[in-house]
């Protein structure tokens, strides 16, 4: 049976496109979802790609991750720097979870240097665009097979 994935997406990711350009690229919500498809596709991977703008729900939708997918891949955004509940929902869930940014947040403003979820995942990327993606999604494969 494939392995079940879930790709988290927090506050503001929605309007990938749109925003800030300069920090992460051109490619648009529904490009990225588009590309971690096929990407997840390509290497057997049953992946969900959901977003939300709510802490609460993403809080919701980490707890009900623990018994449906084998691993969590989180772009927390905003959330990353200020939110303990999703830390903690993070840190009941026992398997795989990789912390993604698109943008490299330990070059910019000083707020946005510290994650609150680092220490308590699997692994990260960051700054390296939208390709971070991918690579968690390779990373995750990995992972769950035992081949890292
Ligand atoms: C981000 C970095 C965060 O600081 C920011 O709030 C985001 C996106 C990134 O992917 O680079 O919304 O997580």
């Known amino acids: 049976m494939n392995n079940k994935i879930i790709i988290i997406n927090g506050p503001n990711l929605n309007l990938l496109g749109e925003r800030e ?4 690229g051109s490619i648009t919500f529904d490009g990225l979802k588009e590309i971690c498809i096929k990407k997840s596709n390509e ?3 049953d ?3 959901v977003h939300s703008n ?3 729900e993403l809080v919701n939708i980490i707890q009900q991750s623990i018994n449906k997918f084998d691993g969590i891949i989180i772009n927390a955004a905003a ?3 200020t939110s303990i509940a999703i830390r903690d929902a993070l840190d009941v869930f026992k398997k795989p ?3 993604v940014h698109i943008s490299n947040i330990y070059k910019r403003e000083e707020f946005r240097q510290k994650s609150l979820i680092s220490d308590i995942v699997t692994g990260g990327i960051f700054g390296l665009g939208a390709n ?3 690579l968690a ?3 995750m494969q990995k992972l769950l097979k035992n081949e890292n």
Do not use: A, P, R
Request: a negative charge; glycine letters at 12%.
């Open 43 to 45: 290497l057997g991977l």
């Open 137 to 139: 999604i390779i990373s």
């Open 79 to 81: 959330f990353t720097h």
């Open 47 to 49: 992946m969900k790609f």
């Open 132 to 134: 971070g993606y991918i």
């Open 21 to 24: 350009q300069s920090q992460y």
């Open 97 to 99: 979870i990789i912390e």
């Open 54 to 56: 709510i802490e609460g």
